[in-house]
C-alpha cells in the first residue's frame, strides 16, 4: 500500500444539514449512503438520535426517515450493514443507561428493537463489532462490571445470539478494540485496559478456538479507539490513541494520524507512506468509519472523531486503496 501513489487521503465535501462535530458515534455503508448516528460533543454527553445520511454522489447530508423503535441518545455505539440492513448496538447515555440490539431497514426506513438489554447481550458501549453475510460480530467493550472479552454474535437469519468461547486470560478485556473479520477468523486488534495494549488475537469460526498472534514488520504502537476495515486478505487501521489523557476519557490523551495494513497470511505490517499533496486528515480517535466505495474506488471512509486539542472534528475524509 505505501509503494503506490494511487493510496491518498481525499477531503469529501459536504453540504446540507449533517452530523456536525462528534465524536464516538458509528458509520454504516448501503450503497451510495452513508449513514450517522449517535455520538457526543462534549465528554459523555450523547447529541441525538438522529440517523443522518450522505450521499455519496450528491456529497449532500440529510436526516434520514425513520419510523419504529430508535435507539435513545448515545455515544460508545457500534453498527455494522448486512445487505441493506444496518444493525446497531449499545452505547449509553450520561446515566449508563445502554441501548440493546436495534436495526434499521433502510428500504422500509424503519427501525426495530430485535432484542432490548434486559433480553440480550449485556448493555454496553466502546466495543467492537463487524460482520459477514449472515452474522453481527461483538467483541469487548465496557460494561457495569468493567471490561469484558467476550465474543457474541448475532444470527440475522435465525434472530438470535450466539455465544463463542472467551478468548481467555491472555486476551484481556478491553474497551475499543479493533475488530475485523476475514476468512472465516475474527480479528482483535489493540484496545484499552487502563492502558493501550499492542496485542493481537485471532478467533477461527471453523475450529472455535483463539490464537494469540504475533505479527513482524513494521508493526503499530498500543492504541484503543481508532478506524478498522478488512480488505482482502488485509486489515487496515487508521488514528487513535496511543496514551490516554491524565483525565481519561475526559481528555484527548496522545492521538496519531497513521495508517498501517497488515497481511493476515504472512502476518507482516506495512506502514503507509505520506503522498505528495493528499489531503491528509489530522491526527484524531473515537471517529466513525467504514469501508466505502466513492467513485468507483475502495476504500475506508472516516468522520469526525476528537483532536489532540480535545476539540471534536466535523470532516469527512476518504483513504482510496490499490493494493
Do not use: E, I, Q, S
Given at each position: 500500500m505505501s509503494l503506490v501513489p494511487e493510496n491518498k487521503w481525499v477531503k469529501v465535501g459536504q453540504?446540507?444539514?449533517?452530523?456536525?462535530?462528534r465524536s464516538s458515534h458509528a458509520l454504516a455503508v448501503v450503497g451510495d449512503k452513508v449513514y450517522c448516528f449517535g455520538g457526543e460533543l462534549k465528554p459523555t454527553i450523547p447529541i441525538d438520535n438522529d440517523l443522518f445520511v450522505f450521499d455519496l454522489k450528491t456529497q449532500e447530508w440529510s436526516v434520514a426517515?425513520?419510523?419504529?423503535?430508535?435507539?435513545?441518545?448515545?455515544?460508545g455505539v457500534s453498527m455494522v450493514t448486512i445487505g441493506t440492513t444496518i444493525y446497531v448496538y449499545g452505547g449509553r447515555d450520561e446515566a449508563r443507561k445502554y441501548n440493546g440490539l436495534y436495526s434499521y431497514d433502510t428500504v422500509a426506513n424503519k427501525w426495530e428493537s430485535l432484542t432490548p438489554v434486559d433480553e440480550g447481550l449485556p448493555g454496553r458501549s466502546y466495543h467492537s463489532m463487524a460482520g459477514d453475510d449472515r452474522k453481527v460480530y461483538v467483541f469487548g467493550g465496557v460494561c457495569r462490571e468493567g471490561r469484558v472479552?467476550?465474543?457474541?454474535?448475532?444470527?440475522?437469519?435465525?434472530?438470535?445470539?450466539?455465544e463463542y468461547p472467551a478468548a481467555g486470560e491472555a486476551c484481556k478485556g478491553r474497551g475499543a478494540p479493533g475488530l475485523a473479520v476475514v476468512k472465516g477468523k475474527v480479528w482483535v486488534l489493540f484496545g484499552f485496559d487502563g492502558e493501550e495494549l499492542d496485542d493481537i488475537h485471532c478467533f477461527d469460526l471453523a475450529s472455535q478456538k483463539w490464537t494469540h498472534v504475533e505479527t513482524t514488520g513494521d508493526v503499530p504502537p498500543a492504541r484503543s479507539v481508532f478506524p478498522v476495515v478488512p480488505y482482502g486478505k488485509h486489515i487496515v487501521i487508521y488514528g487513535g490513541e496511543e496514551e490516554p489523557h491524565e483525565l481519561m476519557h475526559m481528555g484527548a490523551g496522545k492521538l496519531t494520524g497513521d495508517v498501517y495494513k497488515l497481511d493476515t497470511e504472512t502476518l507482516v505490517w506495512e506502514k503507509h507512506v505520506d503522498v505528495a499533496g493528499e489531503e491528509k486528515p489530522s491526527p484524531r480517535g473515537w471517529c466513525a468509519f467504514a469501508f466505502a466505495v466513492k467513485d468507483g474506488e475502495e476504500g475506508l471512509l472516516v468522520h469526525g472523531g476528537n483532536s489532540p486539542t480535545n476539540e471534536r472534528l466535523d470532516d469527512l475524509v476518504f483513504l482510496g486503496f490499490s493494493f
Open positions: 453540504k446540507g444539514a449533517g452530523p456536525g462535530p426517515p425513520a419510523t419504529g423503535d430508535a435507539p435513545f441518545p448515545c455515544f472479552n467476550t465474543l457474541h454474535a448475532y444470527d440475522v437469519v435465525d434472530r438470535k445470539w450466539v
